[in-house]
């Protein structure tokens, strides 16, 4: 199998997001999939943008958490020419937004 076939094989949206179930929020200890942080995935050819917020607007590891999504889908997903990791703020996280498993991982469940 060539570069390219295992590539797209390899990138698509499933692959990115059990990437970003790999990035965890260091504060919390839970996945930004599970916390509700991801608002969407979008894989066209080799470029991937991954939208997303954080817990509050002035939350000081938004650096690295966008560096951190960027190596997990980087990682789980060799090919990928261009990566965007947009930060939006509407809507605005609430932890109703917490998935079952990260409500559990939370103890809150």
């Not at 943008?49 to 954080?54: C, E, G, Q, S």
């Given at each position: 199998?060539?570069?390219?076939?295992?590539?797209?094989?390899?990138?698509?949206?499933?692959?990115?997001?059990a990437?970003?179930?790999e990035?965890?929020?260091p504060?919390?200890?839970?996945?930004v999939?599970?916390?509700?942080l991801?608002?969407?995935?979008?894989?066209?050819g080799?470029?991937?943008?991954?939208?997303?917020?954080l817990?509050?607007?002035?939350?000081?590891?938004?650096?690295?958490?966008?560096e951190?999504?960027?190596?997990?889908?980087?990682?789980?997903?060799?090919g990928?020419?261009?990566?965007?990791?947009?930060l939006?703020?509407?809507?605005?996280?609430?932890?109703?937004m917490?998935?079952?498993?990260?409500?559990?991982?939370?103890?809150?469940?």
């Amino acid at each position: 199998m060539g570069e390219s076939a295992a590539t797209s094989f390899l990138l698509n949206e499933e692959t990115v997001w059990a990437a970003l179930h790999e990035v965890y929020d260091p504060e919390l200890g839970v996945n930004v999939v599970d916390l509700g942080l991801v608002y969407g995935v979008e894989v066209a050819g080799r470029r991937v943008r991954v939208t997303m917020t954080l817990t509050t607007p002035g939350c000081p590891l938004h650096a690295s958490i966008a560096e951190a999504v960027e190596e997990a889908v980087r990682a789980f997903a060799p090919g990928v020419a261009d990566l965007v990791v947009e930060l939006v703020w509407d809507p605005p996280w609430r932890p109703e937004m917490i998935t079952p498993a990260g409500l559990r991982a939370l103890g809150w469940e």
